[in-house]
């Protein structure tokens, strides 16, 4: 299995306007989206020596929001919380990183 990784940040500026009484409830909706797109996908890669690979695309997710902290402390959360579940994905899998 190739392993590498890429980080991405999502901000989504949301308001509660709409009758949302909970600001997780369309950001989740949002990242399970992005989920059902993304599972069960491969990426072909090409390696240094022309070699093409097929490698299953994976997906570990934090979220986190405040208007209470600074944004820093926000994301710092989101990334511990996106570590967390990408440890659940080892364990669940029974592999170790």
Not at 48 to 54: C, F, P
């Amino acid at each position: 299995m190739l392993g590498f990784g890429a980080t991405f940040v999502a901000i989504a500026w949301l308001t509660l306007e709409r009758g949302w009484s909970d600001w997780n409830l369309p950001v989740a909706a949002l990242m399970q989206r992005i989920d059902r797109q993304v599972k069960h996908k491969n990426i072909s890669l090409t390696t240094d020596d022309g070699n093409q690979i097929e490698t299953p695309i994976q997906l570990s997710v934090g979220l986190a929001s405040s208007d209470q902290v600074q944004p820093e402390d926000v994301l710092k959360l989101a990334d511990e919380r996106m570590y967390a579940d990408k440890e659940r994905w080892y364990r669940d899998r029974k592999r170790y990183r």
